[in-house]
């Protein structure tokens, strides 16, 4: 089992070079630049790019684990092993209109649990990491939302359906609830992000549908090590590798979270 102190300092630096990388690209970005997925989802050279360099590096680093990556680059899942789950760049559509906030979001799992993640923000250049047991950071900073305030006295973050219009109604019904309940609403445009800003207290809770394991895995782990509780729309996951794949996420410190989940609850009848 290779994870340890050099490792984790290896992985750091791999993150910042190809985030300096990204930073870079950013300068002389040109819109003619951008394919898309399908519906209002776009991807560049720079996602690719920033994922072959991310797989490549970690490859050296933990050479006997596999990968889960959004751009597809090695898809090579070990069973019950060390993973990596990728986003090269989570906030696609911000990089590309030069809006903040952007990150690389990185997760490892061992078997079914998140053990390492980090969420590197570009806009504001700056590293969240955290480890099963040892914490959540914001570079050398502890993140702790133990305590955090009820959702009445928060901010709630999420993400608007764009392509899947189908939970419209529920959807709206939550976001009823956060407008009466809450001191606002915030819709930044990268998920991940949005799960570093709940462990670093920016937001107290977060919501959203439809999201895929690699913009939440780093997150949740953040979220959880801060001292918050991550679940789906009714309720805890029977393992993290459900829940990253459960497409449904409520995240908050324990307070705003039980109150948000109690409104997807009622709202979402999945
Ligand atoms: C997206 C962002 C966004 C969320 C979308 C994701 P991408 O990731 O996280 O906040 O609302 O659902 O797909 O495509 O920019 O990596
Ligand atoms: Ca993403
Ligand atoms: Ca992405």
Redesign the pocket.
Known sequence: MSWDEHTRQGTLDLVRQVGAWIQNERRHFETGQVETKSLN???SYV?RNAEDSLIQGLQTLVPESGFLG?EGGSQSWVDGGLNWII?P???????IHDLPP?AI?LALMDGDSLRWGAVYELGQDQLYWAEKGLGAFCETRRLTIADGPAIDQGLVAT??P?HDFDLMESYLKVLRACFQGSRGVR????????LAWVADGRFQAFF?H???P??VAAGILLVREAGGYVGTFSGPAASDLDLVHSRQIVAGNPTAHATLESWTKTSFSL
């Open positions: 989802s776009l991807v996602d959004e986003d760049l989570d906030g696609t559509t911000n990089f952007y979001s993400g608007f764009y819709r930044f445009g990268s998920a991940a992000t949005d959203e439809g999201l895929a690699w913009d």
